[in-house]
Each structure stands twice: as C-alpha cells, then as structure tokens.
C-alpha cells in the first residue's frame, strides 16, 4: 500500500475505534431505558433532540439518541453490522 491507503486505512481505524467508545457509552447510558423510537446516525441525527420538535414529538416517546457527530454514513455502523 502507498502513503494515501495507509492514510485511509489509519482514518477508518481511528473512526472505528471512536465509533466502538461512543457506541459502548450509548449502551451503557441506555441499559436501564424502554424506549419506543430508536434514532442511529451521523451529526444530523446526533443535533435532532436541540430542535423544539424533538421535545414535542419525540421525547414522549422516551427516544434514544444514537447518532454520532462528525460522521458520515459510511462510518457510522462498523461494515460488519451493515
């Protein structure tokens, strides 16, 4: 591999590994949580409970936030999940 894949390869480690800590947090955050609407995504996701209809819609419904800032979709579930 060249210096640009091992690049590559290096930035998708590193999203990886910071997808796991974030994912196990979630997890840990949500063990105890019944929840009827679960939200998995990028930043997007992640902004959705600062917005008035998050408290109008959605939290009444006891929703679980997982989206993951900084992300994009490729990056957001490890390719052996998808």
């Keep these: 591999p060249n210096g640009e ?11 990886v590994r910071l997808w796991m ?7 840990v955050g949500s063990k105890d949580k019944e929840s009827e609407v ?3 995504g990028d930043s997007l996701v992640q902004l959705m409970h ?3 209809i ?5 939290s009444p419904l006891h ?3 997982f989206g993951i800032g900084r992300q994009n979709q490729g990056v957001s579930l490890p390719e ?3």
Excluded at 54 to 58: E, G, R, S
Aim: charged fraction near 10%; aromatic fraction near 12%.
């Design 5 to 15: 894949e091992e690049n590559q390869q290096s930035m998708l480690v590193q999203n």
């Design 21 to 27: 800590s974030l994912h196990h947090w979630s997890i």
């Design 38 to 40: 679960v939200f998995i």
């Design 50 to 52: 600062q917005c008035k």
């Design 54 to 58: 998050w408290q109008k819609l959605f």
């Design 63 to 65: 929703t679980l936030n």
């Design 80 to 82: 052996t999940i998808t």
